[in-house]
T-cell receptor, first 112, second 112 residues
């Protein structure tokens, strides 16, 4: 079974804080992704990575950064959290292109 | 502008009947399409995919149809079961097959 582990299911932070969301996989997949899901908007891609230390911007990268120092770990960083970043954050992995992506259970982040 | 559209926010079906979920896309470069199911407080689960060289793909109760000329795909679930009640997302990617573009989702309710 594909295993994608997100460090927290629920997280509450304050505006202006630096927030780290962690995603770990045990499948040795090359590609990793961060999405956010908001009601009525579906899933929107924030950043993705297809190799260690490589990153690509998705559709909504503003206010976020990422880090991939090891193949199995992909971190999403909110440099200075704002209330409009309250959302469900989903990490996904993919073996290679034209293969399905497999998702973690998500982190429900609230910024107060 | 939305590249992947699910025009029906919700669908209600009786147990045992067929559920048909629809998805339209605008980008003619898309050539890999997927359907995901999502329960509340869980990550999306991959259901079925189809590449543009095919027009139909089946997996048990789930069948995906692709009409490239109409830029339309559909997911058929036969027979529908109460456990199928969830949000269904369609997604598409281009030839690189990496980044997915998701629709906004259709909530399926199957009543017994």
């Amino acid at each position: 079974d594909v295993k994608v582990t997100q460090s927290s299911r629920y997280l509450v932070k304050r505006t202006g804080e630096k927030v780290f969301l962690e995603c770990v996989q045990d499948m040795d997949h090359e590609n990793m992704f961060w999405y956010r899901q908001d009601p009525g908007l579906g899933l929107r891609l924030i950043y993705f990575s297809y190799d260690v230390k490589m990153k690509e911007k998705g559709d909504i990268p503003e206010g976020y950064s990422v880090s991939r120092e090891k193949k199995e770990r992909f971190s999403l960083i909110l440099e200075s959290a704002s209330t409009n970043q309250t959302s469900m954050y989903l990490c996904a992995i993919q073996y290679r292109g034209n293969q399905p992506q497999h998702f973690g259970d998500g982190t429900r982040l609230s910024i107060l | 502008d939305q590249q992947v559209k699910q025009n029906s926010p919700s669908l209600s079906v009786q147990e045992g009947r067929i559920s048909i979920l629809n998805c339209d896309y605008t980008n003619s470069m898309f050539d890999y399409f997927l359907w995901y199911k999502k329960y509340p407080a869980e990550g999306p689960t991959f259901l079925i995919s189809i590449s543009s060289i095919k027009d139909k793909n089946e997996d048990g109760r789930f069948t995906v149809f692709l009409n490239k000329s109409a830029k339309h795909l559909s997911l058929h679930i036969v027979p529908s079961q109460p456990g199928d009640s969830a949000v269904y997302f369609c997604a598409a990617s281009d030839q690189a097959g990496t980044a997915l573009i998701f629709g906004k989702g259709t909530t399926l309710s199957v009543s017994s």
